[in-house]
């Protein structure tokens, strides 16, 4: 079935209401959710202030919005590249490969998004908190399934696939959060962090790290 066709109006709505995200994703990552109002907003994305709320309730709302729309996009990037792997090695070193690649993408966003989930609660009312909640557990049970079938295979010794999934994100998050301080200062990428996460849990102790040549999108350095 072929989508329907958008009116002007509705491309036109569709076109200010991107504006406006990408505005409050430029303002939100250098000023913080409490640092930022929706005036900062609207000046930035050029519109009058009253224009904000036609898309948006309030801060609150098109914070959501912001955060909801792009962990929703990333993980569904993150879940094909998942399933495109020949076996749960090479599934989880195109995980984080891709992560490395979405990040030098979008910057903005994942300087939010790492404030976000290493703070105790998230600047949201609750049911939205909750909801984010709920789309990031969606991915951490992507890595849950990949490291239960491996242990499975005997790939992994035998340890909680759960910590390990919790393990894996939280040294690829320590990694990314590096990066966005630090820059280039100790250069890394994706051959590290495999040798170094994988090493000690592998079973069949291969090495871990990939024989093709070097990818441009494995590497955290800035170009």
Known sequence: MQNKKLSRKEREFQGHRQEILEAALKIFSEGGFHGVTMQD???????????????????????????????????????????????????????????????????????????????????????????????REQGMTMLVSVFKEGSRKKIFKDLDPFLLAIAFDGIISSFILYYLVHGNRHPFNA?????????????????????????????????
């Open 41 to 135: 907003i609207a000046n930035e994305a050029e519109f009058a202030v009253g224009t904000l709320y036609k898309f948006f309730k309030n801060k609150e709302d098109l914070y959501r919005v912001l955060l909801v729309e792009k962990i929703e996009s990333h993980i569904s990037i993150l879940a094909e590249t998942i399933e495109s792997g020949i076996d749960e090695m090479d599934s989880l070193r195109k995980y984080l490969e891709n992560i490395i690649r979405l990040v030098k993408k979008d910057i903005k966003f994942f300087r939010i998004f790492l404030s976000e989930i290493r703070g105790t609660t998230l600047n949201l009312p609750v049911e939205s908190e909750k909801e984010l909640r709920n789309i």
């Open 191 to 223: 051959d590290m962090i495999m040798e170094i996460f994988f090493g000690p849990i592998l079973l069949d102790q291969p090495d871990c790290r990939d024989k093709a040549p070097d990818n441009p999108n494995k590497s955290f350095s800035r170009e």
